[in-house]
């Protein structure tokens, strides 16, 4: 499996970004895919997840309302919505994706056995 992460840059606060998350080698239905991003000097924390094809979705509290993941099955691609961005969403945001994660670990990042390369997002005030 291979995770191409996009849609990352800078942007106002307020605003809106849209990751992408391109996954090669295994059908999106067939897996979880989540995102998980990391701030300079924190450590990388759960920020939303697709589950098994979006039978479910998942949010850290800290974006719920605000960021929406959703997926193209024809694309195979999993997205982040980012609306309502605040300055400390920046980080380097990973998309990560697992064929045999259970539900109690889908915020766990060392569950996961494929990452994408991180594509940044800046807010700015």
């Known amino acids: 499996v291979q995770l191409q992460a996009s849609g990352g840059g800078l942007v106002q606060a307020g605003g809106s970004l849209r990751l992408s998350c391109a996954a090669s080698?295994?059908?999106?239905?067939?897996?979880?895919i989540a995102w998980f991003r990391q701030a300079p000097g924190k450590e990388r924390e759960f920020v939303a997840a697709?589950?098994?094809?979006?039978?479910?979705?998942y949010y850290a509290d800290s974006v719920k309302g605000r960021f929406t993941i959703s997926g193209d099955s024809a694309k195979n691609t999993v997205y982040l919505q980012l609306n309502s961005l605040r300055p400390e969403d920046t980080a380097v945001y990973y998309c990560?994706?697992?064929?045999?994660?259970?539900?109690?670990?889908?915020?766990?990042?060392?569950?996961?056995?494929?990452w994408g390369q991180g594509t940044l997002v800046t807010v700015s005030s």
């Open positions: 080698g295994r059908t999106i239905s067939r897996q979880t």
């Open positions: 990560a994706a697992d064929s045999s994660l259970i539900l109690s670990s889908v915020r766990v990042s060392q569950s996961y056995d494929y």
């Open positions: 697709f589950w098994r094809g979006g039978t479910n979705t």
